[in-house]
């Protein structure tokens, strides 16, 4: 059974700091890569962070440094924590699963390698 829920979104003013839990079924844990992807009102969703079986991680340049991906393989569960958020950093999130390539988590297409998705968790900075 193939199943995603995110939780953890909220409101914050810039420079503070959210994190976003992903709850998976075990099926879906097992994806060879998860991802967390972002959809901001008018735009095209665009990939954040992604994560391999191993380990391996990649992030979009805009959150590099300050988001970091990370999965609780014991409570099949996927992390995105986000740190000196900015407003440009309002949008939904979401969490994904089944993609093929860490590599490409940039690329305007990069939803498109992914299966599985949550129905999303809103995160809406202030200035």
């Known amino acids: 059974q193939v199943q995603l829920v995110e939780s953890g979104g909220g409101s914050v003013q810039a420079g503070g700091s959210l994190r976003l839990s992903c709850a998976a079924s075990e099926y879906t844990y097992r994806s060879y890569c998860m991802g967390w992807f972002r959809q901001a009102p008018g735009k095209e969703r665009e990939g954040v962070a992604a994560?391999?079986?191993?380990?391996?991680?990649s992030y979009a340049d805009s959150v590099k440094g300050r988001f970091t991906i990370s999965k609780d393989n014991a409570k099949n569960t996927l992390y995105l924590q986000m740190n000196s958020l900015k407003p440009e950093d309002t949008a939904m999130y979401y969490c994904?699963?089944?993609?093929?390539?860490?590599?490409?988590?940039?690329?305007?297409?990069?939803?498109?390698?992914?299966?599985?998705w949550g129905q999303g968790t809103q995160v809406t900075v202030s200035s």
């Open positions: 994904a699963a089944d993609g093929r390539s860490i590599a490409t988590i940039s690329a305007p297409s990069a939803q498109y390698e992914y299966n599985y």
């Open positions: 994560i391999d079986r191993d380990g391996s991680t």
